[in-house]
């Protein structure tokens, strides 16, 4: 379930929306009370609030055992700030910081000096918010601290960079152009106040960037930065291995000269929505084929009330997948698909949202699954009201902070920053986690608001009525006022008999003691073995939570031989997962998470949580798996979804469909969706069954238990297991993967017919070399050119918005990658570019000073030597190890000797080799804009070029077993 992080100091605007509830206003000053951190009983971490002169906002974490150092400084200013007529400004500025500041004026130089040494950066622009972070190696983080000040101190914001980062920004914009979330968003935005500033398009494009009589863009940018980017709108956060005096210093030497004009950010005082834009249906045409029903609400932001959390038990409630649920009564009915319920928005008003996908019966019946989801909110209002659900969740949440995990230093730099611009320094970790008080006065005054008068109903499908086309994406919609017969039609006074409320949740953990540690191995061993089955065992003695993560891999021959094997796989996974709702949900609730997946090699299930119940889970899982019995309504709507989403995938990103066509070329067993769709069309249940049964005759079977988890208990599970999967069942080795390279003396070109603007290009070398010091170099490599690349094709050259240049694997092979969607040029222009790209980069390395090639190379070794940061980053490492068959759990180690032995003078050959002896697959695509040059006319009459597949099966390409 997905809950908007909650915000303290947001103001309500009480006026705008009509409402008796109050919010509190943004104070520069904390009081000395709130400036203590809550942390979880579980974090060795240390944490320090301080406040500069200039009023910026800063936390410090200290870890004395982190291996990155991560910053990340929140603008309390997004998109929402942008003038009328400037829209995009704001995103544009974000973009522009990164292009030089007058202390380091050299474009690029920031990105770059990460990269050497082990990190990177990103940033992002929101309506009200834009952070910009950064992760990089503990010993450059002085530095890249500084580099990263200077973006808020000095940024040049040369105006002859101008016209290049509009370009960018323009490329994002159209790159999106036929991306079903954008162009809904923008209705949705059409069809609200337009004097609300959540209204404007916030991308930005040449049209709404350009140069403008009285109007230069250069200008308006300075004045946006001048006005908004004040330290005191900023919150800062700094996570590294040094003690807090020593990163306070650094901060405060740093920092300090942000400049500041003293402003706050303020909520807006306009109304989001006026009274012709509530109470109304609205009509939205897709490019792919989905058909959806999004119930929105406008409501007063509940940010101050973080510790009673109303709107998040209202949620929680409404998308409860249990028996008499929602959920479960309209999936019986036939009606939907999917079902979830959230909040969101800017600082003034918040929009609780209902959202389901439907089946093409629930189209059909939009109306009546409107007034199913009245209907349980008046079995809320009337006898949800009660601590019992409250106490659920608060106890659900003490015990996840208490048990509060450490993840990147990235991700926890970026968290606080923007908690700390809504909450005091006190409650920065803990906000999500309070549940201090029930309030069910407070419940009631927004279920209040979940009214049809207040509702924009939103229906999205193919073929809907439209009278009106938004814009910027040219998306076809209508809205109109929902009529009186409606309105009470939805508004009905009976709660459907079929309705229950959840009862008692059984899964919530009670017993969280750490049991007693075995003498045991530092990585996992093989406790019980038999013909076809084995099982791994590591219990935990680093993290020491009450959590546990339990992986079954079930490989069969039948998981992917063909299209149709592979098609029922799909099938007889999604069903698995269908049935298993009802039972599962509260488990999800509980933090005891469940997975089942299908590969081409077989299937797989596991749990993963707090591991009081996990056993229990697991063994229904697998019960379900060996037994599922197929209800006819579930097989026809998840066998017309699969089909519908792979007939879908012709409306995904070119770069992402090229990438989707490149698996198909390099490995075995991979298959279009067209090809899926097609073998799963005329599959009945009979055949599924058959299917089924089929698929584990022949099986190997693979386990491993991770966690509080003892040697005596994974034993009992093994024997479990192995009489659930093998007690009918032959043991047959998994067969060995098989992966394709190109054989051949030239480049192997599939081209793609793709309906977008954009066109765009994937070159993969992958060489045949297995050896671990060919993997090592081509780590290296991968490192040294990813910043050169992007700075090249994306910065200099504005070729595109998605722009990649970096080492790839496949299985045990490695090689490099470069990938481009461009607005601007076609693909053979682009492969073009690369080449050329490739000359100058061979000059680079040529160049390169010893100490600059050892700071990549100790950038590397620091990245292969990273830690897991928590169980169950530990987990999926020992899991992807057993699933290569590295069984000594070393791989990294190994790679790492060979790395510490790679010389500089082997660099330039290596690349050579990499460019120029091993041949690469291209697969590409011309935009439409693209289609009138005379590279498309000359591609059009080749006969070398592929365009379908299977084309590189057999002749020119060479498969290596793995």
């Known amino acids: 379930m997905e809950h908007k992080k909650l915000n303290l100091v947001a103001a309500l605007v009480a006026a705008a929306l009509g409402t008796s509830l109050v919010g509190c206003a943004h104070s520069p000053s904390i009081d000395p009370s709130q400036q203590e951190i809550i942390k979880s009983q579980n974090d060795q971490r240390q944490y320090r609030y301080l406040e ?21 400084l929140d603008v309390h200013i997004g998109h929402m700030a942008d003038p009328k007529g400037r829209e995009g400004l704001s995103h544009f500025l974000e973009h522009m910081l990164f292009l030089g ?121 300075k004045q946006q930065y001048q006005t908004y980017y004040s330290a005191s709108r900023m919150a800062l956060s700094v996570v590294a291995k040094d003690d807090l005096d020593t990163l306070e210093a650094s901060v405060r030497a740093k920092f300090s000269q942000v400049p500041t004009n003293g402003t706050v950010s303020s909520p807006s005082q306009m109304t989001p929505f006026l009274p012709e834009q509530l109470g109304v249906k609205i009509n939205i045409e897709p490019m792919k084929d989905t058909r959806a029903l999004t119930l929105y609400f406008p409501v007063p932001t509940s940010q101050q009330y973080f510790k009673e959390k109303p709107l998040t038990l209202i949620s929680d409630l409404l998308a409860n997948e249990g028996v008499g649920s929602l959920y479960s009564y309209l999936k019986h009915k036939g009606f939907i698909e999917s079902l979830n319920s959230y909040y969101y928005g800017p600082d003034d008003f918040e929009q609780f949202t209902v959202t389901m996908t439907l089946t093409e019966l629930g189209l059909a019946q939009h109306e009546e699954v409107t007034q199913a989801m009245f209907s349980y909110l008046r079995l809320i209002a009337e006898q949800g009201l009660k601590p019992l659900y409250f106490d659920e969740l608060k106890a659900i949440a003490k015990t996840n902070f208490d048990f509060q995990e450490k993840y990147s230093a990235a991700n926890t730099a970026r968290s606080i920053s923007s908690q700390l611009q809504y909450f005091a320094p006190k409650y920065v970790l803990s906000s999500d986690y309070i549940y201090e008080r029930f309030s069910a006065d407070l419940v009631k005054e927004y279920l209040a608001y979940l009214t049809p008068e207040n509702m924009r109903q939103v229906l999205i499908a193919k073929g809907l009525e439209t009278n009106k086309i938004q814009p910027e994406y040219q998306t076809p919609y209508a809205m109109v006022s929902l009529t009186e017969q409606q309105l009470k039609f939805y508004q009905s006074d009976e709660i459907n008999p079929a309705f229950a409320l959840p009862k008692a949740n059984p899964f919530i953990a009670k017993n969280l003691t750490m049991k007693p540690l075995d003498a045991g191995n530092a990585i996992p061993e093989v406790i019980f073995e038999q013909l076809g089955f084995k099982l791994w065992h590591k219990q935990d003695s680093e993290f020491l939570v009450p959590k546990a993560s339990i992986n079954v891999q079930i490989y069969s021959d039948l998981a992917g031989q063909d299209a149709s094997s592979r098609a029922k796989n799909f099938l007889y996974n999604a069903l698995l997962k269908d049935s298993l709702n009802e039972f599962g949900y509260p488990a999800k609730q509980a933090g005891l998470n469940y997975n089942l997946w299908s590969t081409n090699q077989g299937m797989g299930f596991g749990v993963n949580g707090y591991d009081e119940k996990q056993v229990d889970l697991l063994t229904t899982i697998n019960q379900r798996v060996r037994n599922l019995n197929i209800d006819p309504a579930a097989f026809e709507l998840h066998k017309n979804r699969l089909i519908r989403a792979w007939g879908n995938a012709k409306f995904n990103r070119p770069y992402s469909q090229g990438l989707s066509v490149l698996r198909e070329i390099q490995r075995n067993q991979m298959y279009s969706p067209e090809q899926l769709a097609g073998a799963l069309s005329d599959v009945t249940i009979a055949q599924l069954q058959s299917y089924i049964q089929a698929f584990h005759q022949e099986i190997e079977v693979e386990v491993l238990a991770h966690g509080n988890i003892q040697r005596v208990e994974s034993l009992d599970l093994a024997k479990r297991l192995y009489q659930f999967n093998m007690a009918d069942a032959t043991p047959k080795l998994r067969a060995e993967k098989e992966v394709r390279v190109n054989d051949s003396n030239d480049a192997l070109i599939r081209e793609l017919d793709i309906d977008h603007p954009d066109s765009s290009l994937i070159m993969s070398y992958i060489n045949p070399d297995k050896s671990l010091q060919t993997k090592a170099h081509y780590a290296l490599l991968g490192n040294i050119i990813n910043a050169p690349f992007f700075k090249s094709i994306r910065t200099e050259q504005q070729l595109g ?120 697959f291209i697969v590409r695509s011309f935009g439409q804009v693209h289609r009138d040059s005379d590279d498309f006319k000359a591609s059009e009459n080749s006969l070398d070029i592929c365009r379908q597949s299977g084309c590189f099966a057999t002749g020119l390409t060479r498969s290596i077993k793995m």
Not at 61 to 68: E, F, Q, R, T
């Open 52 to 72: 500069l002169e200039n009023g910026l906002r800063v936390v410090l974490v200290s870890d004395h055992k982190a291996d990155k150092a991560a910053a990340s």
């Open 101 to 221: 500041t007058k202390k380091y004026p050299k474009v690029g130089e920031y990105n770059e000096y990460l990269k050497e040494n082990g990190g990177w950066s990103n940033a992002g622009t929101g309506q009200e918010h834009t952070n910009y972070f950064f992760e990089v190696n503990e010993d450059a983080l002085d530095e890249a601290l500084d580099r990263f000040a200077q973006f808020f101190i000095s940024p040049t914001l040369d105006p002859q960079y101008v016209e290049r980062e509009k370009n960018a920004v323009d490329s994002e914009y159209n790159m999106k152009i036929k991306d079903d979330a954008r162009r809904i968003r923008e209705v949705l935005k059409d069809t609200s106040n337009q004097a609300h500033p959540a209204s404007q398009f916030s991308v930005g494009n040449l049209d709404t960037l350009a140069d403008r009589e009285g109007s230069l863009l250069i200008d308006d940018l």
């Open 801 to 920: 918005y998605i722009v990649a240049g970096r080492a790839t694997t496949l299985d045990e092979l490695s090689g490099l990658y470069f990938l481009i969607q461009s607005p601007k040029e076609g693909p053979v222009e682009l492969q073009r570019r690369v080449e050329q790209f490739f000359a100058s980069f061979k000059l680079e390395l040529e160049q390169m000073t010893p100490q600059q090639y050892d700071d990549f190379k100790q950038g590397l070794i620091k990245d292969l030597s990273a830690k897991d940061k928590n169980l169950n980053e530990r987990t999926a490492h020992y899991w992807s190890e057993i699933n290569a068959k590295a069984v000594n759990f070393d791989s990294d180690e190994q790679l790492i000797t060979y790395v510490k032995a790679l010389k500089q003078d082997d660099l330039i050959p290596l690349f050579e080799i990499a460019t120029q002896t091993v041949k690469p």
